[in-house]
């Protein structure tokens, strides 16, 4: 099982990126997917959370401004940023909870990582 995402770049404060990730590989079920991103120098921080239901939970600095979705026939998850801040730089990584074919386990997983870059 991996999750690969993509769609970061460069972009000009006040445009928009739209992040995904694909889950693949031997998966019975994903519960919760989410997108954390890690400033330079800082902490990895929790950006997004969507549940199997579509509940969706975000950062206090992002609402309003983020949006993340899932297809759950195609085990993708999905951040559209809107009006991108200078603040958002960083590495997007996305994450979800998942039970592979063979086990009886759920096990987190991570993608590797996408680079956001704003500029002022």
């Known amino acids: 099982v991996q999750l690969q995402a993509s769609g970061g770049g460069l972009v000009q404060a006040g445009g928009s990126l739209r992040l995904s990730c694909a889950a693949s590989?031997?998966?019975?079920?994903?519960?919760?997917m989410a997108w954390h991103r890690q400033a330079p120098g800082k902490q990895r921080e929790l950006v997004a959370t969507i549940a199997t239901g579509g509940v969706t939970n975000y950062a206090d600095s992002v609402k309003g401004r983020f949006t993340i979705s899932r297809d759950n026939a195609k085990n993708t998850v999905t951040l559209q940023i809107n009006r991108l801040k200078p603040e958002d730089t960083g590495v997007y990584y996305c994450?979800?909870?998942?039970?592979?074919?063979?086990?009886?386990?759920?096990?987190?997983?991570w993608g590797q990582g996408t680079q956001v870059t704003v500029s002022s």
């Open positions: 590989g031997s998966i019975s079920s994903i519960s919760d």
């Open positions: 994450n979800a909870a998942i039970k592979p074919r063979y086990g009886s386990r759920r096990y987190d997983y």
